[in-house]
């Protein structure tokens, strides 16, 4: 079975200063791990996303994800975050199967402080 | 050019009533999908359909039923509507190179 566990229902940090939203995923196989941001009333946008290539994954708006399988983890990090970056932050697993279904994590919602 | 559309994007209802949401996808994915997000934002698989054949049906009520006419629409029908079923439904639909989501319909049962 896989799952991912997202450590914060609420992150808050002030504007221009790191961002990190943790995660950590369970799969019995090596995984197809994403990151998807929704903004207040808004639908769900990519991020990034892991598929066994890179372990540093760079996706938009400056955000990057690295995949740690010692730990598990697949932590979403940004250098200077902006007012725009507030939103809800889902880690996601797919399952791999012929259906690919995703398996969201119950989410981040990042808060940013002016 | 919407990839995955999703029709109403509001849909408000009584309880007890039939409702329909539409969805259509014009990428020429192979398999399409809904999620359902409930109050705390959770999301949660519903359905998979592949080239219009039933892969999985997670644990939802009978009274929820995903209609796939051809490869690029897989509607959800929902027969007597509860207050539970009030949540934001997205459709989507993925290829090997990855997934696209609509823009979700939400749902209010009153």
């Known amino acids: 079975a896989q799952s991912v566990t997202q450590l914060d229902s609420h992150v808050s940090v002030s504007e221009g200063t790191p961002v990190l939203l943790r995660c950590n995923y369970s799969?019995?196989?090596?995984?197809?791990l994403f990151w998807y941001v929704q903004h207040p009333n808004k639908g769900l946008q990519l991020l990034l996303k892991?598929?066994?290539?890179?372990?540093l994954v760079k996706g938009i708006n400056g955000f990057e994800a690295e995949f740690k399988k010692s730990e598990t983890s697949f932590h979403l990090t940004k250098p200077s975050a902006h007012m725009s970056d507030a939103a809800e932050y889902f880690c996601?697993?797919?399952?791999?199967?012929?259906?690919?279904?995703?398996?969201f994590g119950t989410g981040t919602r990042l808060t940013v402080i002016p | 050019d919407t990839a995955v559309s999703q029709t109403p994007k509001y849909l408000v209802t009584q309880m007890g009533n039939d409702k329909s949401i539409k969805c259509e996808q014009n990428?020429?994915?192979?398999?399409m999908y809904w999620y359902k997000q409930d109050s705390k934002k959770f999301l949660k698989i519903m359905f998979s359909y592949n080239n219009k054949e039933l892969i999985i049906n997670e644990t939802v009520p009978n009274r929820f039923s995903p209609k796939s006419p051809d490869k690029a629409h897989l509607n959800l029908h929902i027969n007597s509507l509860e207050l539970g079923d009030s949540a934001v439904y997205f459709c989507?639909?993925?290829?090997?190179?990855?997934?696209?989501f609509g823009s979700g319909t939400r749902l209010t049962v009153v």
């Open positions: 989507a639909s993925s290829q090997w190179n990855g997934y696209t």
């Open positions: 990428l020429g994915h192979d398999t």
């Open positions: 996601v697993v797919s399952d791999q199967t012929g259906a690919n279904n995703l398996f």
């Open positions: 892991y598929t066994s290539a890179a372990t």
């Open positions: 799969s019995s196989y090596s995984p197809s």
